[in-house]
């Protein structure tokens, strides 16, 4: 395999081109060592549950993670967390977090760094449309804005873009704080890139996320911090499913999604976490402040 020698390149030239951080070790790796994660610690937010947040959980345990899952439902965290330990033997703390709340991240932050170790890798994944709880008989949040109510907006902002503010701002302090840096990884969604009719403020917030990953790169990425972003499109989930067999419930952004695919289809939320598995790897390192479209052409 070729290999570069940098012992007849002027010093100036490395340090200005930054040569010498150069992962010249890769070409001698083999691709499967490359994907894993060994010796990291990843948190991840919305890991509970069986939605995109799960998937990615147990995509990075079988890496050989460390998986710290934050979520605001405590069963579906410890269900999670109990599934990985039985099925990689790999190492899962489930913690109890509105990840609305800055005082909840930042206690959690400083409670992974105490019990587990440093944070390498953060997915903000946490996110998504519904109503605000179980007996709201309002509009969910997946319609006209002219329906919402404020207090929908508010949940809304809270769930899709504040959580990942907080979490970022907690997390890049601690990643900054030894200079090994890490890796910050921001679950958009296409409807973030082209926008939906009756999911505006949702498209908002996953817009914001795609302008978030390009600042955070070029404000912490000289500093060894990487951010990057993933915009899914139209996933199968139970939630989707219960949606379809609801009368009631709105289709329009699910129609629209599906008429922008030029695959055809949806995709199930394991195809995405395939992806976040990749780029938080050594292999996807180079990948930074951009977005990774995963929508079946939905936004091309």
């Known amino acids: 395999m070729h290999r570069l020698e940098l012992a007849d390149v002027p010093d100036e030239a490395v340090t200005r081109y930054g040569l010498g951080r150069l992962p010249v070790d890769r070409a001698a790796t083999a ?28 995509r990075l345990a079988e890496q050989g993670a460390t998986v710290v899952i934050l979520d605001i439902d ?42 587990v170790g440093r944070i390498d890798v953060l997915v903000n994944n946490v996110g998504g449309v519904g109503r605000i709880s179980a007996t709201d008989v309002r509009p969910p949040t997946m319609s006209g804005i002219d329906q919402m109510t404020a207090a929908q907006i508010d949940v ?3 769930l899709n873009l504040v959580s990942a503010l907080y979490l970022s701002r907690a997390v890049v302090a601690s990643m900054l704080r030894d200079d090994a840096g890490g890796r910050i990884v921001f679950i958009s969604s296409e409807f973030g890139r082209i926008g939906s009719a009756n999911a505006s403020v949702y498209s908002a917030c996953k817009a914001a996320l795609i302008g978030l990953t390009r600042a955070l790169a070029r404000e912490v990425g000289p500093r060894g911090v990487s951010p990057v972003c993933v915009a899914p499109g139209l996933l199968v989930g ?38 976040v598995g990749f780029l938080v790897s050594p292999a996807g390192a180079y990948v930074h402040g951009t977005t990774i479209s995963v929508g079946g052409g939905m936004s091309d």
């Open 156 to 158: 809304s902002v809270a």
């Open 31 to 58: 691709t499967a060592d490359l994907l894993r994660l060994d010796g990291k610690c990843a948190v991840v937010t919305g890991g509970g549950g069986d939605g995109l947040g799960n998937a990615i959980c147990h």
């Open 74 to 115: 405590a069963q579906a965290a410890t269900h999670t967390a109990t599934e990985i330990r039985r099925r990689y033997g790999t190492t899962a703390v489930p913690l109890t977090v509105d990840v609305a709340s800055s005082v909840e991240v930042d206690r959690a932050v400083e409670r992974i760094e105490g019990e």
């Open 238 to 275: 139970q939630r989707m499913l219960d949606s379809l067999t609801d009368r009631h419930a709105p289709r329009a952004p699910f129609e629209f999604a599906l008429e922008r695919s030029s695959i055809g289809r949806a995709a199930v939320v394991d195809e995405v976490a395939s992806v």
